[in-house]
């Protein structure tokens, strides 16, 4: 399927207010609206799918897929007032969407930020405080995390930092190295003497993410060759060896209508992207063509199916994107 296929879901979902999965934490009686509480990030059903979504549109627009109301639409989300409100409902809640909100809105920021158009400049500069406040977020936060969390959903940590790398390293283009600093150690502390890692326990049923393979995905992103290979030689000694175990074939679905088994489908694609950028990286046919398999068996459920789909999944396809030709 042709990425401009995904157009009209993503448009769809980033205009449609209800239905709402609130995450929201109440310090007293309150009656929301999604509109109102997130002027920019309101569709899609909650924020962070809210956030990566436009990601996806932003992305396709960059690609030189246009759809008729794209940019309208865009303009309506991504200006300056409505960039306040959401700085506003942030400012009463410091804990929200962390960490895959948090890295998902800097993928946003870095991907509109990176993209010579003048409706783009617009975008980017309302979406800088946003960005900014985010970013000191993650500094703040990241020295004090002893342990990642290492769910296969929202909570991983590994991902999220990957969702944030793109914007540190523009940051530390730009003379502000501080993010890309706390990324860089929280990995290493983290992640940087594990070995022996068994991925036969993977997935959880509700996974929409490998663990595994987002830690990998992060640590090729920070580690130059050949410490990454002699990292993850450790890390996954199977795959030195020739094993893919559990990631050898895609997971089989279940009930789309149900959001949280419609994760398996996000997991199939997540898992196609970091396979296809390992295969790349290590010159591995067996990873690409686990790539191949576990994209295909994602990308036939991005659209046409149910809306607890359809609000998010076209964004994880564009992260795999190309690993299917």
């Known amino acids: 399927m042709h990425a401009a296929a995904y157009l009209p879901a993503i448009m769809d979902a980033l205009g449609r207010e209800y239905p709402h999965g609130w995450r929201h934490s109440a310090a007293g009686p309150v009656v929301l609206e999604p509109r109102r509480a997130h002027p920019a990030f309101h569709g899609c059903y909650d924020w962070h799918s809210a956030v990566h979504m436009h990601w996806a549109l932003v992305r396709l627009l960059r690609d030189g897929t246009d759809a008729p109301g794209a940019r309208a ?41 990176g993209w010579d158009d003048p409706d783009a400049t617009r975008w980017a500069a309302a979406l800088r405080p946003l960005a900014d406040l985010l970013a000191a977020r993650f500094v703040g936060w990241l020295p004090g995390m002893a342990r990642p969390v290492r769910a296969g959903m929202h909570l991983n940590s590994a991902f999220g930092l990957t969702r944030a790398l793109r914007w540190a390293r523009r940051s530390e283009r730009d003379g502000d190295p501080a993010l890309l600093a706390a990324v860089t150690d929280a990995a290493s502390r983290w992640y940087g003497t594990d070995a022996g890692y068994d991925n036969r326990w993977e997935p959880d049923g509700w996974d929409f993410l490998s663990p595994g393979l987002a830690e990998a995905d992060l640590m090729a992103g920070l580690l130059p060759s050949p410490r990454f290979e002699e990292w993850l030689d450790a890390f996954l000694p199977s795959l030195a060896a020739g094993e893919l175990g559990a990631w050898a074939e895609p997971v089989a679905g279940g009930d789309r209508s149900d959001g949280q088994v419609a994760h398996l489908d996000g997991l199939n694609l997540h898992r196609a992207g970091v396979l296809g950028r390992l295969g790349a990286r290590l010159g591995r046919d067996d990873l690409r063509e686990a790539a191949r398999r576990h994209a295909a068996a994602g990308l036939e459920h991005v659209v046409g199916g149910d809306y607890m789909s359809e609000h998010w999944l076209a964004s994880f396809a564009l992260l795999a994107h190309g690993v299917a030709d």
């Open 73 to 113: 639409l865009l303009d309506d989300h991504l200006n300056p007032d409505a960039i306040a409100g959401e700085l506003a409902y942030l400012a009463a809640d410091p804990l929200f969407e962390r960490p895959y909100g948090w890295g998902w809105a800097l993928e946003l920021a870095e991907e509109v930020t």
